[in-house]
């Protein structure tokens, strides 16, 4: 039976460089000399230095450019509140999104099954997999799932015949 799985994953080896590609413009750049401007990766999350929201604000666009550069879906960040460390310093946490959460599989489940398609969609850990008789019918439900929902970065794979 022909099906697929809608997952919302990033590429994070893509993640990594644009990282570091934004960690070398800061070292380089001339209004950051001496000041605290840093970031760094560790795991799935992004950590923004800076000496105010100003920087913080800075680094962060440096950050968004070069994972655009690199073909990286910015709506994967999840960008947290800055905190202040010592003195007058602050730090902010930018998490990227791996995985669909629980509420937005009940949702895309909700929605295919609302779309009288002949498909069903299943949870299955942080991918949904939707499986259908025709090859026609996925087809339309990965139209229906883009246009519906944008604003999420979903991507398709494990397309089987």
Known sequence: MP???????????EVKNAVENAAKEIGTRFDF???SAALE?????????GDADFQLQQV???????LTKRSVDVRFLDVQKPQKIGGD??????????????E?????????????????????????RITGAKRDDLQAAMALIRKDLADH?????????
């Open 33 to 35: 000399k001496g000041t």
């Open 89 to 102: 310093k602050l730090k902010q946490l930018v998490k990227v999104k791996n995985g669909i959460e629980a």
């Open 41 to 49: 990766l560790k795991d799935k999350e992004i950590t923004l230095f």
């Open 104 to 128: 937005l599989a009940k949702k895309l489940q909700k929605l295919i099954k609302d779309s009288k398609l002949k498909v069903q969609a299943a949870i299955q850990g942080d991918s949904v």
């Open 153 to 161: 970065p979903l991507s398709f794979n494990n397309f089987r015949d």
């Open 3 to 13: 099906s697929f799985d809608t997952v919302c994953e990033a590429d994070f080896v």
């Open 60 to 66: 962060e666009d440096i950050l968004r450019n070069k």
